[in-house]
């Protein structure tokens, strides 16, 4: 199970690698900005979250497994920039299996250190949220998570999902699966639907 | 006293994630948007503090209360916000007060890390202003504290007279009052007759 | 050989101090909002690496010389605004020396923390260039490094060397010596010529 996680999380290294280097090819930056755009929207999140807890190493610090699929995610999306609008929708599961792993290792990181359940939702959704927040910043656009699209909200459900089932005392795996399928499902079914959070306007006189 | 310390604190992050929240209406953010952009000027400046301080947690994911406030501040910032405007100038004294207060703990936590003087200033400013820097990054616009408003400035002058105070020997709870008290009317005088520091413009030919 | 390298380390923070305060200059800051700016410029690359690792204090805090290095240089930006595009060629040859040194400085300190090479040259290039990155990210402006210049790939080549050089059993002063020097003749080489990474752009059909 363990094994499988990593690999997972793995493979969302990659997608947010991949959706960030397209970002950044769109935004003609040279290659070197490319890798940047990539690395920072796969590492992004689980950074500001190890930054967060004072004891935490910042994860990619020490080992370098995640730095080769990210490097190798951005190589892929140079190759087959013209080609991956086809496979749009395979980027868009991934990204989303990447969404509802990285949310929930966030909430665990935040249980191993005691921290308060909204704390940990907090955490979870920086993990899996922040990382395109920073992606955005750098491409000097105003983050898309805050306006156009139902992102981190999935996560702090999932996040609170997560804690529900463990307070009543689900074990693993099934404590860990569900939650991530429900954050995976929702956030297809939200892009498929075209899903919203209304918006809050002014009244008008 | 550390306890009427502690509430203009929260009513200090209240208000700045009303400020906040409102910045984020008006750019509009959905709901999620809109609590983010809340949060982070309400915690942004502390949390940057205790980034840089190695040993420090941050304050606020050891506790909830400041979180509370911030949530309380948006909600009301989301019912209220059509007639927030005719308590503009309530919510001017609320952010001067936050202001004081958060820049005096800044340079205090400096203290209490045996830091120079100067580190203890820098601290203080964080403290009091970077949540609106983050706050004006992440909706993609120029911080408005570098250009229109004379903000950080008093944060420089309001911690130096702290510190001055302290090397009077001047004890609490005058100590910490006169600086904050200070800073807050600098900043409503600054507001009410609209000082602007001058503009470094090159020499026209 | 120590010494002078905090001599050079010094005057590239001024150097990046001058080049962060005429850019802010430029963008009709107020005087405080250019400290603001050339301060981030010189010491954001260290920062964030200080703050990657996570037992290390940001080298600012403990100690103030640098802070002195850094208000020189906007003063001195602030008085010679006008006269300084003359010294432009001066500066570029500061800046280029400031990238050289930072650069090695955070792979040695990567080294001290017994990280992997690759994090090695990760933590140089971040210590080199995402000073410029905050600075272009404060002024609300796209990080040129990511698009117009060579700059940060002049990091990444320049840490890679240092690393063979040290694998090779090259000793000291020569181990610092060359890549730092090589960095600075590559970076004014490049800006001499005008050269650029070639774009990535998507087949047209």
Not at 108 to 134: A, K, M, R
């Amino acid at each position: 199970m363990e094994t499988i996680l990593i690999y997972i999380s793995l493979l969302g290294s990659l997608t947010f690698a991949i959706s960030g280097a397209l970002k950044a090819i769109n935004k003609k930056f040279d290659p070197f900005g490319i890798l940047i755009i990539g690395f920072v929207t796969a590492v992004g999140g689980g950074t500001i979250r190890d930054i967060l807890i004072t004891d935490k190493t910042v994860f990619w610090l020490t080992e370098t497994t995640h730095l080769y699929f990210i490097i190798g995610g951005v190589i892929l999306a140079i190759i087959f920039r013209n080609k991956l609008n086809k496979f749009n929708k395979s980027l868009t599961i991934f990204d989303a299996v990447g969404l509802g792993l990285f949310t929930i290792t966030g909430v665990q990181i935040g249980l191993e250190n005691d921290l308060h359940y909204i704390n940990c939702i907090i955490l979870g959704t920086v993990t899996g949220s922040f990382g395109g927040v920073l992606r955005d910043v750098l491409v000097n656009e105003t983050p898309v998570i805050f306006k156009k699209e139902i992102y981190a909200t999935i996560s702090i459900v999932g996040g609170a999902i997560y804690l529900i089932l463990l307070k009543l005392e689900v074990q693993n795996p099934i404590l860990q699966i569900v939650p991530i399928v429900l954050i995976i499902i929702a956030r297809l079914v939200i892009l498929k639907f075209k899903i919203t959070l209304p918006q809050i306007n002014y009244k008008k006189k």
